[in-house]
């Protein structure tokens, strides 16, 4: 077979040309470098990717648990989970955990588990971030549905 450099010249750079938009499809996909393909997860990065309060985004999923991070000041609402215990982790701020007798204070690096049916009102310093880790099944604000409540199909990931 013979083939002219010119004709070689055009298959190598339509290859190429391919080539690019496949690693660029990759890289938009978060697949092409070894780091990204780790699926490694930077917290703070991710907290620096929104600003709305009171709105968990999902991190990750793990054995049916959905690990959030989310950002608040003020109080939420009063609310508790029938079924599902719900751990909280503070990165940032202080975030009170109000029960009904008495409160958990919880500064930067601290956690707490509300236990199953346990109501509770989160309150946070102003700028205050940090972490749960709870079911997939947990609604927002428990039975409650207030003008607050972000209902699990609208949480989104990040
Ligand atoms: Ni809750």
Not at 88 to 103: A, E, P
Request: glycine content about 6%; charged content about 25%.
């Amino acid at each position: 077979m013979v083939v002219n450099v010119s004709t070689l010249n055009k298959v190598v750079s339509k290859a190429a040309s391919r080539l690019s938009v496949l690693t660029r499809f990759l890289d938009f996909l978060g697949v092409s470098d070894e780091e990204s393909s780790l699926n490694k997860i930077n917290i703070s990065e991710k907290f620096r990717l929104f600003s709305d309060e009171w709105t968990p985004k999902i991190l990750a999923e793990s054995n049916g648990q959905l690990i959030k991070i989310a950002k608040g000041s003020g109080e939420l609402v009063w609310h508790a989970h029938d079924n599902e215990d719900e751990l909280f982790i503070v990165f940032k701020g202080q975030l009170t955990l109000q029960l009904r007798n008495g409160n958990v204070v919880l500064n930067t690096g601290e956690m707490y588990v509300v236990p199953k049916g346990v109501e509770h009102c989160p309150k946070a310093e102003t700028d205050t971030h940090f972490m749960m880790v709870e079911p997939s099944s947990t609604a927002h604000t428990g039975e409650l549905q207030s003008e607050v409540t972000v209902s699990s199909d609208k949480q989104e990931w990040i």
